[in-house]
């Protein structure tokens, strides 16, 4: 099966991020190149949430929904690569009714403060668009404050008292509404990928 690559749809939306050697994948779960995504989160999730939730809740949450969730025609999971290296990621599930879901928006921590995250949501609105959803539904943890900013500072609203304590509110959720007309609509399938057989 093959996976496009998808072009850079944030590149007006992120000036200082240079996105000439970046490429995006639109990959499965069980792709190598989504293992860095995983493996960083795993760790993001014990080191920040294990006193919280425990080991075992850790890593639920990280196996919580199938993969298939993550798949064409509903979601998608994508990896951004940077000279044949994962640095940043993100995926969405179906949550209703035209409403995506995003889920895993991860940065390597050797890539982080580039704008890569910010490129990561602008990379999952797009596609999301295309896809025909109109909304977009996400939730961070309480003890990650460097993602309640991103969110807030991309146009995501609150869907909690922002002046509350985060760690007695729990999972932070915010929304966001797509414009109808997207900018780059289509060009996912404009731009086939390689073909690597996976």
């Known amino acids: ?4 690559t998808i072009p850079a749809a944030a590149a007006r939306r992120s000036p200082a991020l240079d996105v ?8 499965p779960l069980a792709d190598p190149r989504v293992r860095p995504l995983l493996d960083e989160l795993a760790w993001e999730y014990q080191s920040r949430y294990s006193a919280l939730f425990g ?7 990280l196996n919580r ?16 690569q940077e000279n044949g290296e994962s640095v940043a990621g993100g995926a969405f599930r179906r949550h209703g009714p ?14 982080r403060r580039r704008g890569l995250a910010r490129f990561v949501l602008a990379e999952l609105e797009a ?3 295309r896809r025909g959803y109109r909304k977009v539904y996400l939730t961070t943890g309480p003890r990650q404050p ?27 959720a915010f929304t966001k509404d797509l414009p109808p ?5 289509g060009s996912l399938s404009a731009h086939p990928g390689p073909h690597d057989g996976r």
């Open 1 to 4: 099966m093959t996976h496009p």
């Open 20 to 27: 000439s050697g970046l490429t995006v994948l639109d990959l």
């Open 55 to 61: 080991s075992r809740g850790v890593a639920e949450e």
């Open 65 to 80: 929904y199938p993969a298939e969730e993550f798949a064409a025609p509903d979601g998608a999971l994508l990896i951004v």
């Open 98 to 111: 035209g409403t995506a879901e995003f889920k895993r928006i991860w940065t390597h921590s050797a890539h």
């Open 127 to 129: 596609l999301a668009a």
């Open 146 to 172: 460097e993602a309640k900013h991103l969110y807030l500072n991309t146009g995501y609203e609150a869907q909690f008292d922002l002046s509350a304590d985060p760690e007695t509110i729990g999972a932070l």
């Open 181 to 185: 007309e997207y900018p780059n609509a």
